[in-house]
């Protein structure tokens, strides 16, 4: 029996010999297919890990997209945001705007950025060879060759550090060069050049017609900022970790063998899918945050934008409530993922940092405690193998490293690609006419559901006509069914009626702002109406732009007008001591603050007057002015053949008016010619009327103490 196992263990020996050798002989074949396959690995999962399908939530958002009523509950959820399908379709839409072609420059500079990544990669290996070389060196006590390679480290110092500002300079101005294709094709859709047009005006629309952006200044500025930086830096730490990861694990398992690379790559592998699944949503975080702040910053913008109401109703106390209450709901989310953050950095940096730094070493100690085929090496050779591949393996598990928190920096540019998707998505639908505004209960019943379904006519026209148009408002709230007026050029009219009932809605129309849901409107171009509001509108810039607003001084003089005529515009609303007292047509102010509410309304007239459009929309343009102002302004605007159309409730205002369109606040109307001579006889009379019904009372109680008294 013993001789019998004696016999089966020399038999085994002898075939595990053969096999060794067979294996020896074969083995750089096996060496050469085993780095192919982890290269081709690394790659798959690489790109399976990004690859992720979509959340049901993506999907059921990607479907959702252009409902007309969006349920409350479900716009007050924020979205779910991850490294999905629906990223990466967004990702690659914007990266057609942000590198348009392969002959841009912002293809070029990702050129030369991997470029750069590859020479840094090179100098790496290098460093590492070298390192081993000067340890090497140290064990064998040969001084001459210890410094030639401390001069060596010296020399490929210059290259090294040279390479790393390139690569950080080359990032920064990728950022800029995103930020600055992007933020040109929002601001060409926003404030584009189609602003006539009825795909035009997206900058109020958006705000006022449109319910899913409340703060696109803060997309514009602050997330296509942030957006443009982590696209900049999501290349370089994700390409450059990969291609490390690639090259220096090939020159590892040409020192320590493919084997030992492949059960380093099993047990790397395995812990790293566990900690990819405990991952938080990030990218979640990231568009939550940014909703969050920006919606602080609209409340903090409103307290600037209504300061004065506010001061004299004393609502400190309201505004600071309201403040504080957007103020805890941003920190109670910043501490909510300050948390998970924590816990997961902990997890992080043990895996990464100490399990995998474990492997590692086991992995470098293959060649001191087993016998590599070929290799016959003393002391000061193990010691700079050791070395070595030490220094490779801790770049290639920082590099690995760097790839799974890639996978973290990705969350938060989905993030950030969900807001900018957002507003590109919600300008584009926009243009085409699609809003999603939360509208009133009666919308959706009746006839007035039929109405807002429905499309109406503009076409261009010298007269204003309405034919069986209705007025509806952004939410839905029909205020008039059917509305039908025609005014010719050089016919004022006057428009009247209780607030609410579709006066300044009308002029929306007009100007394009809004859109028509029935009937006929035949109107001029946008361009030739302006409008004056009681507050008018006064830009950043000089006293002289305030009056051309919004042509430039260069298309100012190209119309062939001087300074000396807008000063004689002035004269005209007694304006003309403004440029003396405020230091000249250059002189730069906040013009808002600067001037009274009836200087910012001459103001105004004169910018009417020097324009000289063919409709003029005054939305109690007057009431701020004194009496003999205000007909001296209609009297010179008639000289001009400009057409007003008037919203006021200033008897004054009538002689100056042929027709007249008066609502009732009811739904109803009545448009006719304006007899001001017989209107203001008739409100004389409504005038006595009302006067001598509140004497009645007092005629009947002296009658009641006369009656007592007889009695």
Not at 449 to 457: E, S
Not at 513 to 522: A, D, K, M, N, S
Not at 582 to 599: F, I, K, T, Y
Request: glycine share 8%; aromatic share 10%; with cysteine.
């Amino acid at each position: 029996m013993a001789a019998f196992s004696t016999l089966r263990s020399k038999s085994f020996n002898e075939r595990f010999a053969r096999f060794s050798k067979a294996y020896a002989v074969h083995r750089p074949l096996v060496q050469r297919f085993l780095n192919l396959a982890f290269i081709i690995y690394v790659l798959g999962s690489t790109y399976s890990g990004l690859s992720t399908r979509p959340s049901s939530s993506s999907s059921k958002q990607g479907k959702g997209k252009g409902k007309a009523k969006p349920d409350a509950n479900e716009s007050a959820k924020p979205p779910r945001v991850a490294v999905d399908a629906l990223f990466y379709q967004r990702l690659s839409a914007i990266l057609r705007i942000v590198i348009p072609s392969i002959r841009s420059k912002e293809a070029l500079l990702l050129v030369m950025h991997s470029s750069l990544l590859i020479f840094r990669t090179a100098i790496s290996l290098y460093v590492a060879a070298l390192d081993g070389k000067i340890v090497a060196s140290l064990v064998r006590a040969r001084p001459l060759e210890f410094f030639w390679n401390i001069l060596r480290w010296l020399l490929v110092a210059i290259p090294a550090t040279w390479t790393n500002s390139w690569l950080s300079y080359i990032q920064n101005k990728l950022a800029i060069a995103y930020r600055t294709r992007l933020t040109r094709e929002v601001m060409k859709q926003y404030l584009g050049e189609e602003a006539e047009g009825p795909e035009g005006k997206v900058y109020y629309k958006l705000s006022n017609l449109d319910d899913r952006i409340k703060n696109p200044d803060q997309m514009i500025t602050h997330d296509i900022q942030r957006f443009s930086t982590h696209l900049a830096a999501i290349y370089s730490n994700m390409a450059k970790p990969v291609l490390d990861v690639i090259l220096y694990n090939y020159q590892l398992s040409q020192n320590v063998g493919a084997e030992g690379l492949l059960l380093l790559t099993v047990l790397v592998q395995s812990t790293a899918v566990l900690l990819r699944r405990l991952t938080p949503p990030f990218g979640m975080y990231t568009a939550l945050s940014a909703q969050l702040s920006g919606s602080l910053r609209h409340t903090h913008s409103r307290i600037a934008e209504f300061a004065e109401e506010i001061a004299f109703l004393g609502g400190e106390e309201t505004e600071k409530t309201l403040l504080e209450r957007e103020y805890a709901s941003v920190v109670q989310h910043e501490n909510h993922v300050l948390s998970r953050r924590w816990w997961f950095g902990c997890i992080e940096e043990g895996v990464i940092k100490w399990l995998w730094g474990s492997f590692g070493l086991v992995l470098c100690a293959i060649p001191v405690f087993f016998k590599l085929p070929g290799a016959q090496i003393d002391l000061g050779g193990r010691t700079e193998g050791f070395v070595t591949n030490r220094r490779l393996l801790l770049s290639s598990s920082d590099a690995f490293g760097r790839v799974m928190y890639s996978y973290k920096d990705l969350s938060e540019l989905a993030g950030y690609t969900a807001r900018v998707s957002l507003l590109l998505d919600t300008m584009k639908d926009i243009r085409k006419g699609k809003f999603e505004k939360a509208l009133v209960s009666s919308a959706t019943t009746g006839e007035n559901a039929h109405i807002l379904r429905g499309r109406g006519q503009v076409i261009e026209s010298e007269d204003i006509q309405f034919e069986n148009v209705p007025i509806v408002t952004p939410n839905g709230d029909v205020l008039l069914r059917k509305l039908s007026f025609h005014v010719r050029p050089g016919q004022h009219l006057l428009i009247v009626g209780p607030n609410g009932c579709g006066k300044s809605s009308l002029f929306r129309i007009l100007g394009g702002l809004w859109p028509v849901y029935g009937g006929i409107v035949r109107k001029p171009a946008a361009s030739e109406f302006i409008l004056i509001p009681q507050r008018p509108y006064l830009s950043l810039g000089t006293l002289r732009d305030q009056i051309i607003y919004p042509d430039s001084k260069e298309e100012m003089e190209a119309r062939g007008i001087t300074d000396d005529d807008l000063l004689r515009i002035l004269a005209i609303v007694e304006m003309d001591n403004v440029v003396e007292r405020e230091g000249g047509w250059d002189s730069a102010r906040e013009w808002r603050d600067a001037l009274s509410g009836g200087d910012k309304q001459k103001i105004a007239w004169a910018r009417l007057f020097y324009h000289n459009p063919r409709y003029a929309i005054l939305d109690e343009a007057t009431s701020l002015v004194p009496t003999e102002m205000e007909g001296l302004m209609m009297e010179h605007a008639t000289s001009l053949g400009i057409t007003l159309l008037t919203v006021s409730h200033r008897p004054s205002l009538w002689k100056y008016h042929a027709l007249i369109l008066h609502y009732d606040g009811q739904g109803g109307y009545v448009f006719t010619k304006l007899d001001a001579e017989k209107r203001l006889a008739l409100q004389e009379e409504k005038q006595s009327l009302e006067a001598r019904l509140l004497e009645v009372p007092k005629v009947k109680a002296r009658l009641s103490e006369l009656k007592a008294l007889e009695g």
